[in-house]
């Protein structure tokens, strides 16, 4: 039985990592979105063939579109992977409403409105892949957070709302959806070295290296937070800590993050 996964900002990234850990499963048939074509193709290719959908997904006609060719192409969807997102630092004296309302449309509404286009079919190939067996849960949805939806530091603040946004969500979607077969997952990643992130300044220093990790292990977190049925992960694990310290000892998380640092990323993964 083929399985059908759509992973959004797949042309670089912890997305084009997820494209290639997606490949490995059995029948697997991948659904690519992101802006570059000519990335996605190249990629579709190199991996045996996949869909190519190129949309801008904070288009207001993105989520039909993509819809419309997942329909036509696979009519099923068995797992919907919510990666595609940007962070642009700045603080907010400075950058204002105008910097945190790119970062809502991008990594929060763009997936809860795509979300909203595919629930149906997710839903409906629930149904079909659980008809006549036990209940069981096969059908997910994994949003690919951070770590700073859980921990916020100076200059970020527009960035955390978005992903903050994002895991309050996926926690009340989680319950709602699960009566359906359908699973909600959340991963959670710390710093990872990518092309609109190279942590270049991270790296760079022995004491700070470890901090870093890679799109491969953030991979392997979505299947695990997928297919796998966990409820969230975070990549690094240890990172998991941070936010623990965010609930028990608020006043010393932001005593060791108020210096914020780290230069201006860009969008990455479109």
């Given at each position: 039985?083929?399985?059908?996964?759509?992973?959004?900002?797949?042309?670089?990234?912890?997305?084009?990592?997820?494209?290639?850990?997606?490949?490995?499963?059995?029948?697997?048939?991948?659904?690519?979105?992101?802006?570059?074509?000519?990335?996605?193709?190249?990629?579709?290719?190199?991996?045996?063939?996949?869909?190519?959908?190129?949309?801008?997904?904070?288009?207001?006609?993105?989520?039909?579109r993509v819809l419309a060719i997942v329909e036509r192409e696979h009519g099923a969807l068995h797992l919907l992977v919510n990666n595609a997102g940007a962070a642009w630092r700045g603080?907010?004296?400075?950058?204002?409403?105008?910097?945190?309302?790119?970062?809502?449309?991008?990594?929060?509404?763009a997936p809860v409105r795509l979300t909203e286009a595919l629930l149906p079919l997710l839903r409906k190939t629930a149904s079909a892949t659980n008809a006549g067996a036990s209940p069981r849960i096969s059908i997910s949805i994994v949003n690919v957070a951070s770590t700073a939806a859980r921990v916020s530091r100076p200059n970020s603040g527009a960035y955390?709302?978005?992903?903050?946004?994002?895991?309050?969500?996926?926690?009340?979607?989680?319950?709602?959806?699960?009566?359906?077969?359908?699973?909600?997952?959340?991963?959670?990643?710390?710093?990872?070295?990518?092309?609109?992130?190279?942590?270049?300044?991270?790296?760079?220093?022995?004491?700070?290296?470890?901090?870093?990790?890679?799109?491969?292990?953030?991979?392997?977190?979505?299947?695990?937070?997928?297919?796998?049925?966990?409820?969230?992960?975070?990549?690094?694990?240890?990172?998991?800590?941070?936010?623990?310290?965010?609930?028990?000892?608020?006043?010393?998380?932001?005593?060791?993050?108020?210096?914020?640092?780290?230069?201006?990323?860009?969008?990455?993964?479109?």
């Amino acid at each position: 039985m083929a399985f059908v996964a759509l992973i959004t900002g797949a042309s670089s990234g912890i997305g084009e990592a997820a494209a290639r850990r997606l490949a490995r499963e059995p029948d697997a048939r991948l659904v690519l979105v992101a802006r570059r074509h000519e990335r996605l193709q190249a990629l579709a290719d190199e991996l045996g063939g996949a869909t190519v959908i190129a949309v801008d997904l904070t288009d207001a006609d993105a989520p039909a579109r993509v819809l419309a060719i997942v329909e036509r192409e696979h009519g099923a969807l068995h797992l919907l992977v919510n990666n595609a997102g940007a962070a642009w630092r700045g603080r907010f004296a400075d950058s204002g409403w105008a910097n945190l309302e790119r970062h809502m449309r991008l990594n929060f509404e763009a997936p809860v409105r795509l979300t909203e286009a595919l629930l149906p079919l997710l839903r409906k190939t629930a149904s079909a892949t659980n008809a006549g067996a036990s209940p069981r849960i096969s059908i997910s949805i994994v949003n690919v957070a951070s770590t700073a939806a859980r921990v916020s530091r100076p200059n970020s603040g527009a960035y955390s709302a978005s992903k903050f946004a994002l895991a309050g969500w996926s926690d009340a979607l989680y319950g709602e959806e699960r009566p359906h077969g359908v699973h909600v997952g959340l991963v959670l990643p710390g710093f990872v070295k990518t092309e609109g992130f190279p942590a270049a300044e991270l790296i760079a220093r022995a004491r700070t290296r470890w901090l870093v990790s890679s799109p491969e292990l953030v991979a392997q977190a979505i299947v695990d937070a997928g297919p796998g049925g966990k409820a969230e992960r975070y990549v690094p694990r240890y990172y998991a800590l941070a936010a623990g310290l965010r609930i028990l000892a608020p006043a010393l998380v932001r005593r060791a993050t108020r210096g914020g640092g780290l230069s201006t990323a860009t969008r990455p993964g479109s």
